[in-house]
């Protein structure tokens, strides 16, 4: 299962600090470790890069110690998951998604108020930032509280968006098994195997399928099989 918890916090709160010393712990544990940061500015390439990336749709840079890619287009949040690898997901900024517990970074006590929303598991002072003892205990806390819920604002948990069910779930009120969605069936097999899916991936290729399958004239509700050769 994939633990996710999201940094959120004003501008110079020590954010992107803090989720460095967090993703070491938790490779430490044996966690990999995804990180997704909000970029509000345009992304910086070089000029040969950029004109590189602009000519076609998909650009990757590969080294011997990196590999970055680059894609010209804007990946919606559940992509964004989807595409990330690893059991334990970080989102950086995206105040506004909801889909998991938060860590608040804080410049001062003052800004408790205007953004905790009840999803928050604990606060980060950018002072504390020197202290080995209480990253220790943060990366705990996430390692222990981190989750995902679907992301989909679908409804289907009686809350009109993932933020209610999240909170239930810090409480203890509810469980991930209240997030519908994620409990779906949807399945892929290669060779009679089955490949294991992200929640995220199975939202996305069940919406996917059922796009094209709901246009075909005679469909009805009901299980859906599709068979193709992979090759």
Request: net charge neutral.
């Amino acid at each position: 299962m994939t633990k996710a918890v999201q940094v959120v916090g004003f501008k110079n709160s020590g954010k992107s600090t803090l989720i460095r010393e967090l993703s070491e712990r938790l490779r430490e544990k044996g966690r990999v470790v995804t990180v997704i940061k909000n970029a509000h500015e345009q992304l910086a390439l070089n000029d040969k890069d950029r004109e590189m990336s602009e000519s076609c749709d998909r650009y990757i840079l590969a080294s011997s110690s990196l590999t970055v890619i680059y894609v010209s287009r804007e990946y919606k949040m559940l992509q964004l998951l989807a595409s990330s690898e690893g059991d334990f997901v970080i989102l950086e900024g995206f105040k506004e998604k909801n889909y998991m517990p938060r860590i608040v970074c804080l410049n001062d006590d003052g800004e408790k108020e205007k953004l905790a929303d009840g999803t928050e598991i604990a606060f980060w002072k950018k002072e504390d930032g020197g202290d080995p003892k209480k990253l220790d205990e943060l990366a705990e806390i996430a390692d222990k509280k981190g989750f995902l819920v679907a992301g989909l604002d679908c409804g289907e948990c009686g809350h009109p968006g993932c933020a209610g069910l999240v909170k239930e779930i810090l409480s203890e009120k509810k469980s991930l098994a209240n997030c519908l969605p994620l409990s779906q069936k949807t399945t892929v097999e290669v060779n009679g195997a089955k490949v294991p899916l992200s929640p995220f991936v199975a939202e996305i290729l069940k919406e996917t399928f059922c796009g094209f399958v709901k246009s075909l004239k005679g469909t009805t509700r009901g299980e859906v099989t599709v068979k193709f050769d992979l090759k």
